[in-house]
């Protein structure tokens, strides 16, 4: 499989933009290479790559907006740069907080720009790896948000030799009810963890209308799930400073998203997640301290969600971190 910048490419599925960018690279041609690289996409992302000249200039960007504006990643990159704040990723903590990794090695699968493998790398995690089919999205991770992990573009459904010693901790957020073929997904992150390993699934869709959701009862089912969670509460135990409250999967079903953990489900962590490591900036989705949201669409996906953040950050609140009126973000964000 080819290499580039220290990312190996082995995404199923793509065996002609491969061949390409492996004799690129044999021709010695690395830039050529990262740009092609640089304009592959998922399948749901409905809009045509940049020019091959507006990615070429993705290498010399000086921050994590600059990089994703140039790679056209619009919705997705507005995601990205507030994530830290948003009602999902509270709930990932959380899920985290209640089943902490450890010592164990973590995979994390579609790891995005890598925002969770960052916070284990703050908490003094060291054994990271991240999986995703957009080489750009691990790019930007290895760049910017979480250079200490090591990072390779693969299908869950198809995955190459990882390297992983077992038994391990497999995490997946935001992103199973994206993946058409679950089950076999199930199987590769039950397989990827391990005899004695753990699986733990963050922010599965039920009713969405992206995606792919299914039911709570059949993600359970498919991951073979010990324990199950509504996303929301998940998020309200992270703000709240308590545990979150485990549910009967069956009990689930009029959750918007669930998670689930598979196999040992480990000890709480000893730090408190809900209090982000620091040094903290104001969140930059207040503007002269009002909070604005980025676009319309955020507005209506995560506003009704985020009413722990208050219409202005004048005066701080006690809680300002706990709450991301106050975040924690990469230097070059």
Not at 147 to 165: E, H, I, K, Q, S
Request: hydrophobic share 45%.
């Amino acid at each position: 499989m080819p290499v580039v910048d220290g990312i190996p490419y082995a995404r199923a599925g793509r065996d002609e933009l491969r061949v390409r960018v492996a004799a690129l690279l044999d021709a010695g041609d690395v830039d050529g290479a990262r740009t092609a690289l640089l304009a592959d996409a998922d399948d749901w992302w409905d809009a045509a790559p940049p020019p091959d000249e507006q990615l070429a200039r993705v290498a010399d960007a000086a921050t994590l907006r600059e990089a994703m504006d140039l790679l056209g990643m619009g919705r997705v990159g507005d995601y990205f740069a507030h994530r830290w704040s948003d009602p999902t990723y509270l709930a990932g903590l959380a899920l985290l907080q209640q089943h902490w990794p450890a010592e164990r090695p973590v995979v994390e699968v579609a790891c995005g720009a890598g925002h969770f493998l960052r916070e284990l790398a703050q908490r003094g995690l060291h054994d990271l790896l991240g999986v995703d089919v957009v080489w750009a999205k691990l790019w930007l991770a290895q760049r910017f948000v979480c250079p200490g992990a090591r990072y390779v573009c693969a299908d869950v459904t198809a995955l190459p030799d990882l390297g992983v010693t077992a038994p391990a901790y497999v995490l997946c957020h935001d992103a199973l009810y994206f993946v058409r073929d679950k089950a076999a997904a199930a199987r590769s992150m039950r397989a990827l963890a391990g005899e004695g390993g753990t699986v733990v699934v963050g922010h599965a869709h039920v009713a969405d209308p992206h995606g792919d959701p299914v039911p709570a009862a059949e993600y359970a089912r498919l991951l073979q799930a010990d324990l199950a969670y509504d996303d929301d509460e998940l998020t309200r135990a992270l703000l709240g400073g308590r545990s979150p409250r485990a549910a009967p999967v069956t009990s689930l079903e009029a959750s918007e998203a669930v998670a689930l953990v598979t196999g040992d489900p480990l000890a709480p962590a000893p730090h408190d997640l809900g209090q982000p490591v620091g040094p903290l900036r104001l969140n930059p989705l207040y503007a002269q301290g009002a909070l604005v949201w980025p676009s319309e669409r955020y507005a209506q996906e995560y506003g009704p969600r985020s009413d722990y953040l208050p219409v202005r950050a004048e005066p701080l609140p006690p809680d300002a971190a706990r709450r991301r009126v106050l975040v924690d973000l990469p230097e070059r964000w």
